[in-house]
């Protein structure tokens, strides 16, 4: 069975030597190996995929016991679990269908959630559970609350707001911590908040973008995952930029879910650190 540890503490020498050693005496192989150190704060990080059969629990307590305080993460690196968040537009949602109808990421969508119908149709084609909450006469913590309760019904991984245009309360951020993953329509920090494109093109710029990043209570400014741009010229009108970018947009959310669904990705306070 292949499994993989992420590991962040403190660094010094012979950590790699001490975290091998435990894991050949439990029997697992090194497949791949990865290792970062941050010399401004002093900290190691080190992805590890290895194969072979041990109890995690017992590997994961030698481990600590060898480099004492530590954060560790163990994934079976089965598919995780999503359920997408969306508004009305369709090109992320479609996307991910699309990729998960086939198994191009390393996913399973369990049930799309909208505050509006619009995506219901598109979303059943795919068999996948739609559930309509809407914001109509209620404020957004009763809606978030209707979204929590609907949410009871699956056990997800991670929350995918695939072009979800509500701003969510630090409360239900918080409930779900580095497990929410949004896409958004500028190259950040540039442009945030509503009508990005429409600020690009009154500024004139020469490239746009989208990043994917996880929620935090900052708006638009939690740790990055995948950025990506392309250039354009003064010719674009703000409806030419809008739908250039919906391109830019679901790729780059591809390739964000990508690094995250196959454990890649370090949030070390409000930046990633990445093994690609």
Do not use: W
């Amino acid at each position: 069975m292949n499994f993989t540890f992420k590991i962040t503490c403190t660094d010094e020498k012979g950590l790699v030597y001490r975290i091998s050693e435990v894991l050949l005496e439990n029997g697992l192989n090194i497949i791949k190996n990865d290792e970062f150190v941050d010399s401004e704060k002093s900290l190691f990080f080190m992805r590890t995929e290895v194969a072979g059969i041990a109890d995690p629990n017992k590997v994961i307590a030698q481990l600590k016991d060898q480099i004492g305080n530590c954060e560790i993460e163990l994934s079976s690196n089965k598919p995780k679990d999503v359920v997408v968040f969306v508004t009305k537009e369709h090109h992320c949602l479609s996307d991910l269908l699309i990729r998960n109808q086939f198994r191009d990421l390393n996913f399973n969508i369990l049930a799309v959630i909208g505050n509006y119908e619009n995506l219901r149709e598109l979303t059943e084609k795919f068999d996948i559970p739609f559930h309509y909450v809407s914001t109509q006469n209620i404020t957004r913590g009763e809606h978030e609350n209707l979204i929590k309760e609907t949410l009871k019904n699956y056990e997800f991984d991670y929350l995918v707001l695939a072009k979800f245009m509500r701003i969510l309360s630090s409360d239900f951020v918080a409930n779900f911590k580095g497990k929410i993953i949004n896409i958004h329509h500028s190259f950040l920090p540039a442009f945030i908040g509503a009508n990005p494109y429409k600020q690009a093109f009154e500024r004139g710029v020469k490239i746009i973008g989208a990043t994917a990043h996880f929620v935090t209570n900052d708006l638009d400014e939690g740790p990055i995952i995948y950025q990506d741009i392309i250039k354009v010229t003064h010719s674009k009108t703000a409806k030419d930029l809008a739908k250039l970018g919906r391109d830019v947009e679901k790729n780059v959310l591809a390739n964000a879910l990508k690094l995250v669904f196959e454990d890649k990705v370090f949030i070390d306070g409000n930046k990633t650190i990445i093994f690609e």
